[in-house]
């Protein structure tokens, strides 16, 4: 099982870029899955973005279609999310997690889940 470790939350300005980053420790990271939600407060936690193990097919929240990218590298155990155009609404602490496949991921059944970073977007 991997255990992951999210980075690159922040304080930006509406309209500025972020990267998040989610290192995963383990042999077998190539094989899952991963996602990125956010929950912001006293909301729900939702699905930002994920990417499947082996062909790489992404899938997007609709509120984050065009601005923010899903991506993985697996020599580096790493997936990322970039995100541009950023909005106060995007404001949320984002988690990185795991799991067995996309279908997986989009139900929120995932293996593991990072500690989460926060990201704040100033209007």
């Known amino acids: 099982q991997v255990q992951l470790v999210e980075s690159g939350g922040g304080l930006v300005q509406a309209g500025g870029s972020l990267r998040l980053s989610c290192a995963a420790s383990?042999?077998?990271?190539?094989?899952?899955?991963m996602g990125w939600f956010r929950q912001a407060p006293g909301k729900e936690r939702e699905l930002v973005a994920a990417i499947s193990g082996g062909s790489g097919t992404t899938l997007y929240a609709d509120s984050v279609k065009g601005r923010f990218t899903i991506s993985r590298d697996n020599a580096k155990s790493t997936v990322y999310l970039q995100m541009n155009t950023l909005k106060p609404a995007d404001t949320a602490v984002y988690y990185c997690?795991?799991?067995?496949?996309?279908?997986?991921?989009?139900?929120?059944?995932?293996?593991?889940w990072g500690q989460g970073t926060l990201v704040t977007v100033s209007s």
């Open positions: 997690a795991a799991g067995r496949s996309l279908a997986t991921i989009e139900g929120g059944n995932a293996d593991t």
């Open positions: 383990g042999r077998t990271f190539a094989n899952y899955a």
